[in-house]
């Protein structure tokens, strides 16, 4: 279960960022920031030389504190989705607080920080996941009235989004 | 027994005599009639009792219904209030009444809503779900009653009542006026003549059918969803032409009067089987479409449901912005548009959001319709839906467009050749008007071939119009514009839709093209397809551009422009199509460069800011510390 998710810019400013228990939001924007050290690491280590559809998914970043954090960069331009798929990384942290990352070639990313204790998310629903957030976000990116840059305030995007919070609830 | 009453109603309204005159002689004609037959077959629910008159009344206004185009309330009567009465055929029991017909007939008899929709529902269409004779029949029962002042109910129709009262326009009054003098019997049936011919000569002159309905409609009821300044325009636009028709079709050929009239449209043969077929086809697909009681879109308690004036205005806005009806506006086209309406941005990120239901960031026309009329419900101050409403779907407005597109499109072709041919010209120059070098170049060029297209189009048209219609719902799918703004193809409108059928065909063979269109832009590609029929040379600039933008979009916009001459082709107009494709992918490559150029250029601007501050920080030092080496 999603309990936040947000879509970073590539300046590394939130176009979009929510998390259900809302008086934990705080919090979960720290989360959310201290993951884009983490992918922006990742990428680095990625060079170029990776362009396979799997390849903007990063995996779990670190799976620390309550939850997982998920990182996902959507590919803003070409419709070919690139993930970069990278090991997870175990941390010594007690806490399970995943968060899993996925970046696109416009450096455009998503972050989702998942409730660990419900467990058996698997890797596949995280992509699905995430390839619903990417569509959704394309198809916000097709309205000729959003400027990129601008919060996103879709409320077909907001719809979307609530519905993966809620149902992994 | 049924003649008596008929030919003496029939020569009551001839004399055109005073309102109270035929009235009492309805009346007495009904009594003199008693009921007689008057129960036909199909009436179960309700044994009604109907006297002769009010039979062939009901049976003409029932067979009126079910044949007629979108005909106004001339439908109904004769100047002197009553009736009408006349031996046309009754139509089979299995037979429904036209909904939009029927709608317009009841609001005809002006009765409140509210009383209406008791009527629609005492008669059973409601329940059923369409006008069948008998509910037709109770519903005119009822009316009648209830102009009578009786309540409505289903005991008031067992007694003898005067025949429903339908106002009529003033034109349908003036015509009926100078009609009735010369005839019996039929001159209901002339006015709606009239309508009709009125439609095909309006399809003549290049409007649509359905426009008829509105501008008839509007002096009896003002649309409520349609109260906005847009509407204005259409309406007495719409009207005036009307009134035109109506007067220039005043003499109508009598001689048609004693046909049925589901032959009414074979009998005006100068116009030819289309206008029908399409008619009756526009009747069913309307029909259909609608709902009984819903049947009509000036219905107040329906804002989202887009009147023909309001449709007929979209479409014209949607050929200011492009020409060609099947294919898309651009994103930003679309917002710099709409935008004028001086709504919000999110509020307009939302309409986008609601209209654009493929999300491809351009507007096909039932979508640019859709976001037209929801712009239009707010600007008057309804609240945003939620989702799109069933009546702004793109499948829904498709259907409804497809035939008066087809109609627009087949009339424009044979009525208005030169704008069609002004409209490439004017096109190729709005894409070259971008382009500094070609431009001048090729226009000329471009333009007498042009021409000589568009002249060999027009003569093949009428052959492809019978597959328009499998084929251009075909058309939308099968264009896949580039990211870019698509630029608008020149031969628009009639042709896009039959070069469908030849792009299969041509897809297989343009693989064996590509390699060997490797030059560009010039031409001389080897005959290599067999000779094809007359009427695919024409569309052959049509099927390239399609051929062009299939193969571009497999192989990115940056490769070569492919332009296959898939059949054989004056050397001439091979040439200038090879060079538009050309040139239009020049220009598309143009502007994706121009953009990138933009954002290094401003990237390099904001380096050498920095770098001038530097240097004057730099500088500073440098001033301050020159005195200490001075000692």
Redesign the interface.
Known sequence: MAVCIAVIAKENYPLYIRSIPAEQELKFHYTVHTSLDVVDEKVSAMGKALVDQRELYLGLLYPTEDYKVYLLMPNGVSYKCKKLLIPCVKSMFPNQLHRYGYVTNSKVKFVMVVDSSNTALRDNEIRSMFRKLHNSY??V??????NPGDRI????FDNMVTSMMVQVC | MEQGPAAAVGTAGAVGAAAGASAPAAVAAAAAGASSSGVSAGYCPVPLPLSDSEQQCYSELFARCCCAPATSSSSGHPPPPAEVGRGAPLPGPAATAGANQVADLLRASQLPAETLHQITELCGAKRVGYFGPTQFYVALKLIAAAQSGLPVQVESIKCELPLPQFMALKNDSEIRYSNTTELHGMKCQIPYVTMEKNSFKRVDDGEKQQEKISPVMSPVSSPPSSPSNYQRVPLTYGYGKLRSGMDQMHAAPYETRQHALQQEGSTSGSHGPKPTRRQTSLIQSLSVEREPQESNSNYPDDPWRITEEQREYYINQFKSLQPDLSSFI???L??NFFTKSKLT??E???I??LS?VD???ALTLPEFCAAFHLIVARKNGYPLP?SLPQTLQPDYLQTAFLKSKWDCALFDSYSEPMPVNQQPRDLNRIEKSSIKEKTDLTAPAQDVTIDDKQALKISSVDEAMPKDLSVDTAAKPGLLPPPPALPPRPFVSQTDQVSEIELHPQLTRTPSQTEESGSPVKKDLPHSQPPSKPIRRKFRPENQVMENQELSSVTGTSSVPTVPTVKPHAPVQKQSSKQKKAIQTAIRKNKEANAVLARLNSELQQQLKEVHQERIALENQLEQLRPVTVL
């Open positions: 394309t198809d990116m097709c309205n000729p009235f959003y305030h879709s409320r077909a | 651009s994103g930003s679309a917002k941005i999110p307009l990120s939302y986008w959001e654009d999300c491809d960031g939620e």
